[in-house]
């Protein structure tokens, strides 16, 4: 298990492998069953947490079993769950890190430079960093903690997927990573999917009734999340 890009000899088709994380209170897909549903909407009276890892095609050819959750696991907290996707996202932020180029100018540049950057950046501050140097030596060290606000593109931000009616866990986890294989998301956007016991065929009616009695989870997700990231996008 994991993310992972690939590619198949002779057709040349492309796949990627992208990890997802749901949120459910939902009772007819439970974590070893998520590609089931019921024709009566059931919940739980908890949240469940849990990560799927999603394989999907995005070039040369679309097999029709992808997307497809190849391996899936539940997490006890949303922390727990944030923590496992940043680190499974790790391998897309490292190739968008920017260079750096180190100047040397004069003290009375430097000052303009930073009135400079004060004057047409408001909302950006100015980071020091110290640079390590060796007597006799012509290249500086600077440890990569101290780099990584300024290296990495963007913050992390959350996006957040609420599917329709009819709809089981398997089927959101796969639209969410088609979309990010053909969409060609920025790094730095980690992906969840909100689901709800959505009902089936000739049963529209009553899954309806059921929305309003995932309002209370809804937002305790939402204001659990807001606890690790400052942006969230919601589809």
């Excluded at 394989?55 to 040369?60: K, L």
């Excluded at 897309?92 to 890190?97: A, F, G, I, P, W």
């Excluded at 400079?116 to 140097?133: A, G, I, K, W, Y």
Aim: with cysteine; aromatic share 12%; hydrophobic share 35%.
């Amino acid at each position: 298990a994991g993310a992972f890009y690939s590619r198949e000899m002779g057709t040349g088709a492309q796949f990627l492998q992208c990890a997802i994380g749901y949120v459910t209170s939902r009772a007819d897909c439970p974590p070893d069953k998520l590609s089931t549903s019921a024709w009566i909407p059931r919940k739980d009276s908890i949240l469940r947490f849990g990560l799927g890892h999603v394989e999907a095609s995005f070039a040369g050819g679309f097999f029709p079993f992808l997307p497809s959750v190849e391996y899936s696991q539940s997490m006890d907290t949303l922390k727990e769950l944030v923590e496992e996707l940043v680190h499974s996202y790790n391998f897309r932020q490292e190739k968008d890190r920017q260079s750096l180029r180190l100047e040397t100018i004069s003290g009375e540049q430097f000052k303009m430079q930073a009135q400079m950057s004060r004057n047409l950046h408001t909302d950006e501050r100015l980071s020091t960093v110290p640079v390590q140097f060796t007597e006799g030596e012509r290249v500086g060290y600077v440890s990569d903690e101290v780099l990584l606000d300024i290296r990495s593109p963007s913050k992390p931000e959350a996006l957040v997927f609420i599917h329709g009616f009819n709809c089981d866990v398997a089927t959101a986890l796969g639209r969410v990573a088609q979309t990010f294989s053909l969409g060609s998301m920025e790094s730095h956007i980690i992906p969840f999917v909100f689901s709800y016991a959505g009902g089936m065929e000739l049963t529209y009616f009553q899954a309806r009734n059921t929305f309003p009695d995932y309002g209370a989870d809804l937002a305790s997700f939402l204001t659990q999340l807001s606890e690790h990231f400052h942006e969230a996008s919601s589809l």
